[in-house]
C-alpha cells in the first residue's frame, strides 16, 4: 500500500480543500494508507504542531476508513518533565526522571487521557470503533527525540512503551489501536530489537528512513535500505507481524527518477504491507509529487506496478470486512 502523511489536509499551495490530494492529482487517485500525527494535543491545543486542527484530523480518519484505506498515527509530544520542551529539546534521561516523578508522571497520564479520548472517538456511521495504527516514540535507533538512543537506556525506553499501552488499553479502555514499532537507521537485526518492548506490545514492525543524496548515493541508499528490509520481513515473518516502511522520503524529490530507480527496488517483492511518503509542507518541503513536479511522471509509472496497492484497490481489499 502506497501512503502519505496528511495527503488530504495540505499539499503545496493548498490547504484543506475538501476532495484534493496531491497525490490523487497526479495519478488520479487517493493513497490507500494516510497518515496523522497529534503533536500538541498534549498541550490542550486546538491544532497539532503542524496546525492541522485536530477536529478535521477526527474527519479525515473517517473519510479514509469510509474509502476503505488505513489510517496511520504518530505522536511529536513535547517533553512530560517539561512541557516547553518538544520532541527535539532534548533532556537527557526524561524517561528515567519521569518515572521518579509523581507529578510529571500524573501529567504525563493525563496527556494519554487526552490521547485515549481522541482515539475512542474515532468511530465509523454505525458507532464502531475505526482501527487505526498507533506508532508512539517512533526513530528511537536515533537521539533527536528525547525518547532517542542517547537519552535512556533500553529498559527505560521499554517501560515507558509499556507504561503507554498498558494505560491506553487497561486504564482507559482503548482496543482500536495497531501498535507500530518504528526505529530509524538500524545496523542488524540485534540493533533493531534492542529496544523492543515484547511481542504483546507490538502489532507492525517498521522502520523510518530518509534518502539525503548528499550523504548517501542512490546505489548506497538502495543497497542499505534493502538490506533493512530483508532484516525486518525475517523479524515480521517470525514474530507474526506485518512490516512495513513506516516513514521515508526524498525532501524535494529533485532527482526525476527516485520512484522507479531508488523506491521501487527498495520495496519490491519484499512483503511490506506499505510505504509512507512524508507531508507536502510547501514548496521549499515536499515528499509526494504534485502536477508538474519533476518527479510526477516518474511516480506515474511506479504507480502503474500491479504490486502496488493506491485508494481503489484498498478498497476492493474491503480490509474493514468480516475476514473470507
Ligand atoms: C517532521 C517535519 C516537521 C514536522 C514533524 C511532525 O519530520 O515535517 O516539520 O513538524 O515532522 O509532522
Same mark, same amino acid.
Given at each position: 500500500m502506497f501512503g502519505h502523511q496528511d495527503d488530504l489536509a495540505y499539499g503545496v499551495g493548498w490547504q484543506y480543500e475538501p476532495g484534493r490530494s496531491d497525490v490523487k492529482e497526479v495519478v488520479g487517485e487517493y493513497p490507500a494508507v494516510f497518515g496523522w500525527d497529534l503533536g500538541h494535543m498534549e498541550l490542550n491545543k486546538p491544532v497539532n504542531l503542524d496546525s492541522v486542527p485536530f477536529a478535521k484530523t477526527r474527519a479525515f480518519i473517517q473519510q479514509v476508513y469510509a474509502q476503505g484505506g488505513v489510517n496511520t498515527i504518530s505522536w511529536h509530544l513535547n517533553n512530560?518533565?517539561?512541557?516547553?520542551?518538544?520532541?527535539?529539546?532534548k533532556q537527557d534521561s526524561t524517561i528515567r526522571r519521569l518515572f521518579a516523578n509523581l507529578e510529571a508522571l500524573k501529567r504525563y497520564q493525563s496527556w494519554l487521557d487526552k490521547v485515549a479520548a481522541f482515539m475512542t472517538s474515532l468511530k465509523g456511521p454505525k458507532g464502531e470503533l475505526i482501527p487505526v495504527i498507533f506508532r508512539p516514540f517512533?526513530?528511537?535507533?536515533?537521539?533527536?527525540?528525547?525518547? =532517542?538512543r542517547e537519552h535512556c537506556s533500553p529498559e527505560e525506553y521499554k517501560q515507558m512503551w509499556r507504561f503507554t499501552v498498558d494505560y491506553l488499553r487497561k486504564q482507559k479502555n482503548v482496543h482500536n489501536l495497531l501498535i507500530g514499532y518504528s526505529t530509524d537507521r538500524f545496523s542488524s537485526r540485534q540493533d533493531y530489537l534492542e529496544r523492543y518492548p515484547g511481542d504483546d506490545y507490538v502489532d507492525l514492525v517498521g522502520f523510518d528512513i530518509y534518502h539525503r543524496p548528499q550523504a548517501d548515493k542512490p546505489d548506497n541508499f538502495v543497497a542499505e535500505t534493502r538490506q533493512m528490509v530483508e532484516t525486518l520481513r525475517q523479524i515480521g515473518q517470525e514474530k507474526k507481524k506485518v512490516w512495513a516502511i513506516t516513514e521515508t522520503g526524498l525532501g524535494q524529490l529533485l532527482l526525476a527518477n527516485w520512484w522507479t530507480e531508488t523506491l521501487l527496488p527498495v520495496i519490491?517483492?519484499? =512483503?511490506?504491507?506499505y510505504v509512507l511518503v512524508w507531508r507536502n509542507e510547501g514548496k521549499r518541503q515536499f515528499f509526494a509529487p504534485y502536477p508538474g513536479q519533476a518527479s510526477a511522471e516518474n511516480f506515474k509509472t511506479f504507480y502503474n506496478n500491479p504490486g502496488l496497492l493506491f485508494g481503489r484497490k484498498v478498497a476492493a481489499a474491503k480490509l474493514y470486512g468480516p475476514l473470507p
Open positions: 512530560p518533565l517539561d512541557p516547553a520542551k518538544t520532541s527535539w529539546d517512533h526513530e528511537h535507533t536515533g537521539s533527536w527525540f528525547w525518547w =532517542g519490491k517483492d519484499a =512483503g511490506l504491507s
